[in-house]
């Protein structure tokens, strides 16, 4: 009993090392799901190296073999350690750039939905193109309540000493509209073309239309999108990542909502 502690405390640790690099070797070869080289080499680096340990707490290899061969192992562990830490730091940053450029696309997104909400409040629908969306935001107008006087003051009401009217006033003069982007409203931002890395001129998906609910009732519906890989399609040669089919939207063609794919 004794000495199957000693060996269990003297194998244990190389043992689950051996365990880890055979696990990552076997999913580094898995086909269809797709490691890097490194990966694949750090991981027989491992059962390799778990080996070598194995062998020396059993007696099997002498302390004498190890030091002569040692620089076999351990020069390309060395490098392998230092490409995984390169790997991990060019993953930190990539998911920097990422959320940087995500950040700027759902403000431009909550633009689009700002302008759509304020051709619906005139024209009763949203529109289904940027064309017609941003020749509205230059050139519509939009009633506006004017009030002279306290309205609060029923007495003064009541009197005729306040004053309602609604005006036409210019969509471009309103405060909440100044800020837009007019002329690059429908561009998606940081899309590039990755050999010139200069602007490809991709636009958002726009789409609007109208959806029947359960009573029966046309409610206007929009949507406006755009691919991950569209925006970050230049960092994919440096990179090598991003999920090229996953979608951010503003908007749903299947729900009647306004709401972001970030639930804002």
Request: net charge positive.
């Amino acid at each position: 009993m004794k000495n199957l502690s000693y060996w269990i405390s003297k194998l244990l640790i190389p043992s689950l090392f051996a365990l880890a690099g055979l696990f990552m070797l076997f999913t580094g070869l898995k086909p269809g799901k797709y490691q890097s080289a490194l990966y694949v080499f750090s991981s027989f680096l491992m059962v390799a190296g778990s080996a070598v340990w194995i062998l020396l707490v059993t007696g099997k290899l002498s302390m004498p073999w190890v030091r002569k061969y040692a620089a076999l192992i351990f020069i390309p562990a060395l490098i392998v350690m230092g490409g995984i830490v390169y790997s991990i730091r060019q993953s930190i940053r990539f998911e920097e750039i990422k959320v940087e450029r995500e950040n700027v696309i759902k403000n431009r997104l909550l633009k689009i939905r700002e302008a759509q909400l304020a051709y619906k409040e005139v024209k009763g629908e949203f529109a289904n193109n940027f064309s017609a969306l941003i020749d509205f935001l230059k050139n519509g107008k939009t009633f506006v309540v004017k009030v002279d006087g306290n309205i609060d003051d029923t007495l003064a009401v009541a009197q005729g000493r306040v004053k309602i009217d609604s005006i036409w006033v210019p969509i471009l003069g309103l405060k909440y509209i100044e800020t837009f982007p007019l002329d690059s409203l429908r561009y998606v931002p940081f899309a590039l073309d990755p050999e010139t890395r200069k602007p490809s001129g991709e636009e958002f998906l726009l789409e609007a239309g109208k959806l029947e609910t359960p009573e029966g009732l046309q409610v206007p519906v929009f949507a406006a999108s755009t691919n991950y890989g569209i925006f970050l399609e230049d960092l994919l040669k440096e990179y090598g990542k991003f999920s090229v089919d996953s979608v951010i939207q503003v908007g749903s063609m299947t729900e009647p909502t306004t709401n972001g794919s970030w639930r804002n």
